[in-house]
C-alpha cells in the first residue's frame, strides 16, 4: 500500500457530509418549485374563475358552459391540459418554446 491510497477519515467524513447535505438542498429546492407551481396553478384558477364569473349567460353558453359548470369546466381543462403536456414529454418534443 503506497501513500497515496490512504485517505484520512476525515476527509471521507466530510464528502459524505457534503453528498448528504447536496441531496437535501436538492430535494427542499424541488420542494419549494411544486409549492410555488401550485400557489401560481391556483391563482390563475381563482383569476379564471373570475374572468368566466363576468361573462353573461349567452357568452357562456357559446363555450359550452353554464354558471354552474364553471368551476368543473375549468378543472377538466386543466386535467385535459396536463394530459397533453405528458403525452408530449412522452415522445421527447418537450421544448422551451412549447409551454
Known amino acids: 500500500m503506497t501513500i497515496l491510497n490512504i485517505t484520512p477519515d476525515s476527509e471521507t467524513t466530510a464528502s459524505t457530509i457534503r453528498?448528504?447535505?447536496r441531496f437535501?438542498?436538492?430535494?427542499?429546492?424541488?420542494?419549494?418549485?411544486r409549492w410555488v407551481a401550485a400557489e401560481i396553478a391556483r391563482r390563475v384558477r381563482a383569476a379564471d374563475i373570475a374572468l368566466l364569473r363576468q361573462l353573461s349567460d349567452r357568452e357562456l353558453k357559446d363555450i359550452g358552459l353554464?354558471?354552474?359548470d364553471i368551476g368543473e369546466g375549468l378543472a377538466e381543462a386543466a386535467k385535459c391540459r396536463i394530459r397533453q403536456q405528458r403525452a408530449?414529454?412522452?415522445?421527447?418534443?418537450?421544448?422551451?418554446?412549447?409551454?
Open 19 to 21: 453528498k448528504a447535505l
Open 88 to 99: 408530449v414529454r412522452a415522445r421527447g418534443n418537450w421544448r422551451s418554446s412549447d409551454r
Open 66 to 68: 353554464t354558471r354552474g
Open 24 to 33: 437535501v438542498v436538492t430535494r427542499l429546492g424541488h420542494l419549494i418549485n
